[in-house]
């Protein structure tokens, strides 16, 4: 059985085809180097026949017997015909027993077959033959034996089966090595696509050593695999978290209703409780939309509204729409503009993203403190930064308090449902911006914005990044 998977595999296949497309072109190759050299071959041997024939009709008659003679002697391969004949065909001299009839005597080269005499026998064989009529009737014929091409022939298949089948055999090797090798890889990967399946999330594919398509694959699913993990594990507590932070606001609204309904012997009480009770749905309804808002941001629902936005102006107005809520705290807030920039995304979420930070620095900042806004530019960036002089963010809570409903112990009695930074990061994300969280003591909280056309590629990646999340999460 996993002979038969090994040799239907594709790598196989393919180093099979490759294995004969090679095969078939070195074929080619040898047939094309033997047709090219027996060509050459024959028009040598046509040449040097017409030189030889023009040579011995030159010769005075007298002289052409013995010169045909010395010719044949000096042929110690017996490669050579040659032949003298009267007007009437009778040989006069050489080894060809008669003219062929076949044979023109205009002087062109040709193949003929050619009786050749040698102790009595007779040899016909096909040879090149110059026939040529001479002055007084007599016609001389010369020859030549192209056995030649056969050896050839012989050499090239010789060289062919040399060559070619060790060539064929070790490209079968080549595919039967990569097919076993590609059959491993596989069912490692699918090994461990099983165990993730089971409910073995921090399982990942194996990349190797190599920097192939292979392993550039699995280190693409690995990221993605790393990306389904986080938010598996934020899913796993959100519905824990959500019924933790709604219960304790509707258990207050519960016991102020029942109490009233007991206790309350005037309107003013009954009113007083009602007031409690109205505060306490306020609460919880206000973690429902932050809710609802998030899965609209992380839903990738508000990139159809991007457009220029000035960022100076949102500083500004988070500033004006804050600043008597700060002075009620006791608390100084100002805002540093460095030059006015514009940067491509949604102008209502950004104004969202800046106004949070400064919610939270105004609400964890003591009276007495301060918190300003600044805005930096250079060529290609812009630089939003919230700080204060609150407790700030240790380093061990950077991660913790970008995720759903986290709060710190130290911040329990501060008013809240935890979703402010979630929503803050959900919207930088959207962006394709950066949110960086400044070391304690004090607070500092940075946004890392793209302008211009980087701003806009950014964008258009984020956007294909979210698409994807959403299909693989659909």
């Known amino acids: 059985m ?3 998977q090994l040799i239907r595999s594709g790598t196989f296949l393919w180093a099979l085809a490759v294995a004969a497309a090679f095969a078939l072109f070195v074929v080619g190759l040898f047939a094309f180097i033997y047709w090219k050299l027996n060509d050459y071959l024959i028009a040598r041997t046509d040449r040097m026949i017409i030189t030889q024939i023009h ?17 044949l002697v000096q042929d110690s391969r017996g490669v050579q015909y040659a032949g003298l004949f009267d007007a009437a065909g009778t040989r006069l001299a050489g080894n060809i027993d008669r003219v062929p009839r076949e044979l023109g005597l205009d002087g062109a080269a040709q193949a003929v077959r050619l009786g050749r005499i040698e102790n009595s026998a007779v040899d016909g064989r096909v040879v090149r033959a110059v026939g040529r009529r001479l002055d007084g009737g007599d016609v001389l014929v010369m020859g030549r034996n192209v056995d030649e091409t056969r050896e050839i022939s012989s050499v090239v298949g010789e060289a062919l089966a040399l060559g070619l089948l060790p060539a064929f055999s070790l490209c079968l090797m080549a595919g039967v090595w990569l097919s076993v090798r590609a059959q491993k890889r596989v069912e490692e990967v699918n090994q461990r696509v099983q165990r993730i399946v089971a409910g073995e999330l921090r399982e990942r594919l194996p990349e190797g050593k190599t920097d192939d398509s292979f392993a550039r694959l699995a280190r693409i699913v690995n990221g993605m695999l790393d990306e389904m993990e986080t938010m598996i594990n934020a899913l796993a507590g959100v519905g824990n978290d959500i019924a933790h932070d709604l219960r304790t606001p509707l258990t207050r609204v519960r016991l102020a209703l029942e109490r009233g309904r007991t206790h309350a012997t005037t309107l003013e009480e009954l009113q007083e409780i009602t007031d409690k009770a109205i505060a306490g749905i306020d609460q919880s309804l206000a973690i429902v939309t932050a809710l609802l808002r998030l899965t609209e941001i992380e839903n990738n629902r508000r990139m159809a509204g991007f457009g220029d936005v000035a960022l100076d102006e949102i500083l500004r107005e988070v500033c004006d729409v804050y600043e ?10 100002g805002v540093v503009i460095d030059r006015n920039v514009q940067v491509w995304g949604d102008r209502d979420l950004l104004f969202e993203a800046v106004a949070n930070l400064v919610d939270n620095a105004i609400k ?7 918190v300003e806004l600044g805005l930096e530019a250079e060529d290609g960036t812009a630089l939003v930064r919230v700080s204060d002089t609150g407790p700030g963010i240790s380093e061990q809570e950077r991660e913790a308090v970008l995720r759903r409903f986290y709060r710190s112990d130290k911040m329990r009695n501060t008013p ?3 979703l402010g930074l979630s929503l803050v990061a959900a919207i930088v994300k959207l962006h394709a911006f950066r949110l960086i969280i400044g070391p304690a003591p004090g607070g500092r909280i940075e946004i890392l914005a793209w302008t211009g056309r980087a701003g806009k590629s950014a964008s258009r990646r984020s956007r294909t990044l979210l698409d994807a999340e959403a299909d693989q999460m659909g």
């Open 2 to 4: 996993y002979q038969i």
């Open 55 to 71: 040579f011995i009709a030159n010769l005075p008659p007298a002289r052409r017997v013995s010169t045909i003679a010395d010719h």
């Open 324 to 333: 008597p809520i700060a002075e009620d705290k006791r608390i100084g807030l």
């Open 364 to 370: 964890f900042t003591p009276p007495g403190g301060r």
């Open 416 to 418: 809240g449902v935890g």
